[in-house]
């Protein structure tokens, strides 16, 4: 065997170590559907004309249950379906300035809780925005 | 039996009650109703404006027995009062771009676990009442208007 002038096996575990160290969360929204409350990260274009209806946030909140499934909806998408239940309720056209929060597990760590089932891992995501009706000028467009 | 139990248990906690709505009040909307007062808006500025500086207010305020709410821990109270007053004092008439955040929400499940522990321990004699810390934060960018609100 032909001795490496890198030593392998630290290499492997810094690899190993590593590996895994990103977690990402996403979720994709529905096409744009006039009947739908509109969510968006922006704000009112200027000169548009709005009425403002109030702040909200949703936060849903759980246990990851053997490190993957996710019994209470504690995703991105379950707390934006009650975002925009809330704004039918409210009387919305949408959601404006809307932010989402939160801390995904890596999947080493994922990995760990479903090892260790017995330690349910807590989850949790927040969504602020605000409710905005738009005036006529222009409703049914969205900003 | 016991064990059962303990499943069901966590599985019932992980199922039931896991969301929580936080709502406050109207801001500002485009045109203003009026000219006077402090315009404020999660969005941008709908007219010319200075930028006079930034603020952040954080709400504390405490949750007794799951349901009574006491001190500023509502996303109204800091943003009326605390934010509005800071950029009233920076000479502002608007905060826009406002952000905000209520840090540890309850949810119904919580609610209800609180109260039903709050009334236990009363009944027992033993412990007061369960309280739990709140805390809302609110940032903005204070602005002056340069004419009018629109």
């Given at each position: 065997?032909?001795?490496?002038?890198?030593?392998?096996?630290?290499?492997?575990?810094?690899?190993?170590?590593?590996?895994?160290?990103?977690?990402?969360?996403?979720?994709?929204?529905?096409?744009?559907?006039?009947?739908?409350?509109?969510?968006?990260?922006?704000?009112?274009?200027?000169?548009?004309?709005?009425?403002?209806?109030?702040?909200?946030?949703?936060?849903?909140?759980?246990?990851?249950?053997?490190?993957?499934?996710?019994?209470?909806?504690?995703?991105?998408?379950?707390?934006?379906?009650?975002?925009?239940?809330?704004?039918?309720?409210?009387?919305?056209?949408?959601?404006?300035?809307?932010?989402?929060?939160?801390?995904?597990?890596?999947?080493?760590?994922?990995?760990?809780?479903?090892?260790?089932?017995?330690?349910?891992?807590?989850?949790?995501?927040?969504?602020?925005?605000?409710?905005?009706?738009?005036?006529?000028?222009?409703?049914?467009?969205?900003? | 039996?016991?064990?059962?139990?303990?499943?069901f248990s966590a599985l019932a906690l992980s199922?039931?009650?896991?969301?929580?709505?936080?709502?406050?009040g109207a801001l500002s909307s485009v045109p203003?109703?009026?000219?006077?007062?402090?315009f404020l808006s999660t969005s941008g500025a709908?007219?010319?404006?200075?930028?006079?500086?930034?603020?952040?207010?954080?709400?504390?305020?405490?949750?007794?027995?799951?349901?009574?709410?006491?001190?500023?821990?509502?996303?109204?109270?800091?943003?009326?009062?605390?934010?509005?007053?800071?950029?009233?004092?920076?000479?502002?008439?608007?905060?826009?771009?406002?952000?905000?955040?209520?840090?540890?929400?309850?949810?119904?499940?919580?609610?209800?676990?609180?109260?039903?522990?709050?009334?236990?321990?009363?009944?027992?004699?033993?412990?007061?009442?369960?309280?739990?810390?709140?805390?809302?934060?609110?940032?903005?960018?204070?602005?002056?208007?340069?004419?009018?609100?629109?």
């Open positions: 065997m032909v001795d490496s002038p890198v030593p392998m096996r630290p290499v492997a575990a810094s690899l190993l170590l590593l590996a895994g160290c990103t977690a990402s969360t996403f979720t994709r929204l529905p096409s744009p559907d006039p009947i739908r409350p509109f969510v968006t990260a922006e704000g009112i274009p200027a000169g548009s004309p709005y009425d403002s209806l109030g702040l909200v946030q949703v936060t849903r909140r759980g246990v990851l249950v053997f490190g993957f499934a996710d019994p209470a909806g504690t995703e991105v998408d379950a707390a934006l379906e009650e975002l925009e239940l809330e704004a039918r309720k409210a009387g919305a056209d949408g959601v404006v300035n809307a932010r989402v929060l939160k801390q995904p597990w890596t999947l080493a760590e994922r990995i760990t809780g479903a090892v260790l089932f017995f330690l349910p891992l807590p989850s949790e995501v927040t969504v602020t925005g605000e409710f905005v009706r738009l005036r006529k000028a222009t409703a049914g467009s969205v900003p | 039996m016991k064990r059962a139990l303990t499943v199922l039931s009650g896991c969301s929580a709505v936080t709502r406050g203003a109703a009026s000219d006077r007062g402090m709908p007219g010319r404006y200075t930028t006079l500086g930034f603020v952040q207010v954080r709400g504390y305020g405490v949750q007794v027995a799951g349901y009574q709410e006491a001190g500023h821990a509502t996303l109204d109270g800091p943003i009326r009062g605390a934010l509005a007053a800071e950029a009233s004092r920076m000479g502002g008439n608007g905060v826009i771009h406002i952000e905000f955040l209520d840090e540890n929400p309850t949810t119904d499940f919580e609610r209800a676990q609180a109260a039903a522990q709050s009334i236990q321990n009363l009944a027992s004699g033993q412990r007061g009442v369960e309280a739990k810390d709140r805390y809302v934060t609110v940032t903005g960018e204070v602005i002056r208007f340069e004419g009018a609100v629109q």
